[in-house]
């Protein structure tokens, strides 16, 4: 069996939703629900144990991006309600209904398209309005969502269960844009509530929002990086106590003595300066251990100590620099996460890469094997 491996730590799990529940009761939101965001595999940690613990742990919440990412869920057995991030389209809302998911609707569109699916199967179906506040991405301007949210609640067959919108700064706590997007959508909430519409389930902040802002989170929020123990950001360092659920581990595949000035791997970027010890480690761009790594001065750790990339991220494998060592094959290599009293987190090869370290879960491929505890 290969050596690379993912190990995901469920016990964090369980630590997040309990440090985020005793949050949101601690700035009076003990009411307040946790939706556990699942999507994309659980962000590479794996879908269904996640959900799992997510639930245990007092998650009462799923939401997915993919109608087929909560057919899954369903097939797997969960009951609980399962939030569709993103409005599926007018030919998948009859496996929206038979499915029994929570559609997020924003267009006309896919207002009559939910409505004719729940006709045509004689059941009720909860949808929730998405607004766009300022995002851009998806949802209704507020004055379409006003009309959506008032017309679903004079329907037959379709209940107005809820109504959220998404931040484009909440990472940046103090970036002004937060408060309009905030004044926007509670303006949206008077105009329904002036027509008498009252949605039960109201939810805004992500995991930042909910970190900074835990008073403003309404009836629910969508806990996503957090709950798998990452900080939505750097500046969110040490906030609040989060348990990095994914760490990333392989073995030396080969060990051996290299002479001064020999390059190595693709482009020969890499001369050993002098006679080193060069190991190889069965990992490379086809696990999602990105190419540029090597380029941008990534380490590993070996022996407890930061070791460097010597050359360039090949598909498969990796070799990196342990200067005058001996390296035995099969030696425990730590990409991410802690060996002895070094550490190496996924924002640190994020920001190697100027990306997020959301980026860097997901990309963490199938080929690497998880390992649950």
Avoid at 16 to 31: P, R
Avoid at 138 to 150: I, N, R, S
Avoid at 286 to 305: N, Q
Wanted: net charge negative; charged share 20%.
């Amino acid at each position: 069996m290969r050596a690379t491996h993912a190990r995901i730590d469920l016990d964090a799990i369980d630590h997040n939703v309990e440090v985020f529940a005793a949050h949101l009761a601690a700035h009076g939101g003990g009411k307040t629900e946790i939706c556990a965001v699942v999507k994309a595999d659980a962000y590479g940690h794996g879908m269904i144990p996640v959900a799992n613990r997510a639930l245990s742990a007092g998650a009462t919440w799923l939401a997915v991006a993919l109608v087929e990412e909560g057919i899954a869920l369903r097939n797997a057995g969960f009951v609980e309600p399962v939030l569709l991030l993103s409005e599926p389209r007018p030919e998948q809302m009859p496996l929206v209904v038979a499915n029994e998911l929570r559609p997020s609707v924003y267009t006309e569109e896919g207002l009559e398209a939910a409505e004719a699916a729940a006709v045509a199967a004689g059941i009720d179906l909860p949808v929730h309005v998405n607004i766009d506040t300022g995002m851009g991405r998806v949802g209704a301007a507020p004055e379409l969502a006003t009309h959506l949210a008032t017309v679903i609640d004079e329907t037959v067959r379709l209940t107005l269960e809820g109504v959220y919108t998404h931040f484009a700064v909440a990472d940046e706590p103090d970036n002004p844009f937060n408060d309009i997007q905030l004044e926007r959508f509670e303006r949206v909430l008077a105009d329904l509530a002036s027509e008498g519409v009252h949605p039960p389930v109201i939810h805004a902040a992500n995991s930042a929002f909910a970190s900074t802002r835990p008073a403003s989170c309404f009836t629910m929020i969508r806990l996503g990086m957090a709950l798998y123990g990452v900080p939505p950001a750097r500046e969110f360092d040490g906030l609040l106590d989060l348990k990095p659920a994914m760490s990333l581990h392989s073995s030396v595949s080969l060990s051996k003595r290299v002479p001064a000035g020999q390059r190595l791997s693709y482009g020969l970027r890499y001369e050993t300066p002098a006679e080193e010890t060069i190991v190889t480690i069965p990992i490379g761009y086809a696990d999602g251990y990105r190419r540029r790594l090597f380029a941008v001065g990534a380490e590993v750790l070996i022996g407890g100590k930061r070791r460097p990339l010597a050359g360039t991220v090949t598909m498969d494998q990796i070799m990196a620099s342990c200067g005058s060592d001996e390296i035995e094959p099969g030696t425990p290599v730590v990409l991410v996460g802690e060996q002895g009293e070094e550490q190496i987190t996924m924002w640190e090869l994020a920001e190697k890469l100027d990306t997020i370290a959301y980026e860097m879960t997901c990309l963490i491929g199938t080929r690497v094997r998880r390992e649950y505890g």
